[in-house]
């Protein structure tokens, strides 16, 4: 059974992207070892350095970068703040260079406006493509997200995003079973 990370990128408050992280955690099982890396619940600081540049890493930090190496592949649901990606997000990019590279990664981009951040999925992607992460062709965009999901991570309508969601999910097994196959 493949492990999957859901990387959970918002901080802020009341955020909304994280019902979206819960959805694709209750999808996901049984077809997958799920471990939902939930930025907000880490508190991480600003990093400085790289972790495997850093002389005394947090026992907090190493504990993450083990569960995020584990992972076959990864689903990063963020937020769109300002047509780009939150800085927690570009934190964790930055700390773990050498465990994206090869990873497959498939995007979920949130918003409540009509667009399901579609703005964020350009500069999220180019950041991707420098530290050698495997952007998966599946992207799930999620517009209105106050109004598509409640705060349990439930759907208002389950059978268009079942479909939309399975999709996504098979985009991202598939290419984790290639990427299996080709190491």
Same mark, same amino acid.
């Given at each position: ?75 990063? &649901?963020?937020?769109?703040?300002? !047509? *780009? ?6 934190? %964790? #990019?930055? @700390? ?13 981009? &949130?918003?409540?406006?009509?667009? !399901? *951040? ?6 999220? %992607? #180019?950041? @991707? ?55």
């Amino acid at each position: 059974m493949p492990r999957i990370a859901i990387l959970s990128a918002s901080v802020r408050q009341g955020r909304n992207s994280h019902r979206v992280a819960l959805h694709l955690q209750r999808v996901l099982n049984g077809s997958a070892d799920v471990d939902l890396l939930d930025l907000a619940a880490y508190d991480f600081p600003l990093f400085e350095e790289r972790l495997k540049f850093q002389q005394d890493p947090a026992p907090r930090t190493v504990e993450f970068a083990q569960r995020f190496a584990q992972a076959d592949g990864v689903i990063i &649901v963020t937020p769109e703040y300002n !047509g *780009g990606y939150p800085a927690s997000l570009k934190n %964790v #990019l930055d @700390l773990l260079v050498d465990e994206w590279k090869r990873k497959p990664v498939a995007l979920c981009t &949130v918003s409540n406006g009509p667009f !399901g *951040g579609m703005q964020v999925a350009t500069s999220l %992607v #180019l950041s @991707l493509w420098k530290i050698k992460a495997w952007v998966v062709s599946a992207h799930l965009p999620v517009p209105k997200v106050s109004e598509a999901f409640n705060e349990a991570g439930e759907p208002t309508d389950p059978e268009a995003w079942a479909k939309r969601t399975k999709a996504f999910v098979d985009e991202l097994l598939w290419a984790i079973e290639a990427e299996r196959r080709m190491a």
